[in-house]
């Protein structure tokens, strides 16, 4: 009897534009079975943006410096500086990102000096929760799936704006305190609040849920996930939402789930997010996977 294997993920290139400085991808995988993989990038920064919910199993470590048992959730964004190994535990289904590339020269120029990474800093690089680096990694998405007039000058300007803000942020990361974050068990909380109601929480709940001040939630979730707590609720509500919107809910049944006063005043948020409608969002995904499965067969 042939024994039979199980089917492999399989990984796809859509569309990609190469600069100087920063090559960008649309990259589509299919992954049949949960995956644990090791990535390593030696020479560059890596960064992956999911353009489709990233499954809320997906998982990932510096194994080599944290051992094999700790893994962070990953975020719609995450970093992979040069150098380092990331162990990541990905859920099933199909799935798109952009995966941008970065010389670090460039990086580490703007910045003024080379970025240095220990292992609580890493600990940022797996939910990136910067808004102004989502808005130049939108721009991005949108050049590679439609190349204008002067492609190659528009990739170089986006690149630098993103190494520019990439070096901004590092930098903020390295000069934190390495102490006076949220404890791991408190920021579970926190995850596990938001993935289990999608209604804006107050800060005095989140507050009173982990037995701290308000201005100690404030303050140790800046120190620990590096952004604002309000960022980070606000894009774990927008997961929510892709999520319900690739499941087929409606626009105004998703507003009103999530306690937004009218489907217009979601659809303004989603915008502000996400960078286009919800609409837009689920018919642009829907022909992402689509043509996924057409071309598996």
């Known amino acids: 009897m042939a024994q039979e294997h199980p089917p492999t993920a399989t990984m796809s290139v859509d569309a990609e534009l190469v600069g100087s400085a920063v090559t960008a991808q649309i990259v589509r995988f299919d992954i049949p079975t949960p995956t644990a993989t090791m990535h390593a990038i030696e020479d560059r920064y890596h ?29 719609d964004i995450f970093l992979l500086p040069p150098g380092e190994s990331l162990f990541v535990r990905g859920g099933t289904g199909r799935q798109a990102s952009l995966i941008c590339h970065l010389d670090p020269a460039l990086v580490h120029e703007l910045a003024g000096r080379p970025l240095e990474w220990d292992d609580q800093h890493l600990a940022t690089t797996l939910d990136i ?9 939108f721009r991005l998405t949108e050049e590679v799936r439609h190349p204008g007039l002067g492609w190659e000058r528009m990739l170089d300007f986006l690149g630098g704006e993103l190494a520019l803000e990439l070096a ?7 000069e934190r305190p390495v102490t006076g974050g949220l404890s791991g068990w408190r920021l579970r909380l926190i995850d596990e609040r938001l993935a289990e109601d999608t209604r804006t929480p107050t800060l005095q709940e989140l ?44 626009v105004k049944t998703i507003a009103f789930a999530m306690g937004f006063a009218s489907p217009s005043s979601f659809t303004f948020a989603f ?8 609409s ?5 995904q829907g022909r992402v996977l689509s043509e996924g499965v057409s071309a598996s067969r």
């Open 47 to 75: 960064l992956n943006m999911c353009l489709t919910p990233r499954p809320l199993s997906s998982r990932g470590g510096y194994a080599k410096r944290w051992g094999p048992h700790r893994l962070e959730r990953l975020g």
């Open 168 to 174: 901004r942020h590092c930098l903020e990361v390295a």
């Open 207 to 250: 507050a009173d849920m982990c037995s701290i001040s308000v201005r100690q939630l404030t303050r140790g979730f800046r120190v620990s996930r590096g952004c604002s707590i309000g960022d980070h609720v606000e894009q774990r509500r927008m997961e929510s939402a892709k999520r319900m919107l690739m499941a087929g809910e409606s």
């Open 129 to 137: 929760g910067s808004a102004r680096i989502r808005a130049i990694l």
């Open 280 to 284: 837009m969002f689920r018919s642009r």
């Open 271 to 278: 915008r502000r997010a996400v960078g286009t409608s919800p």
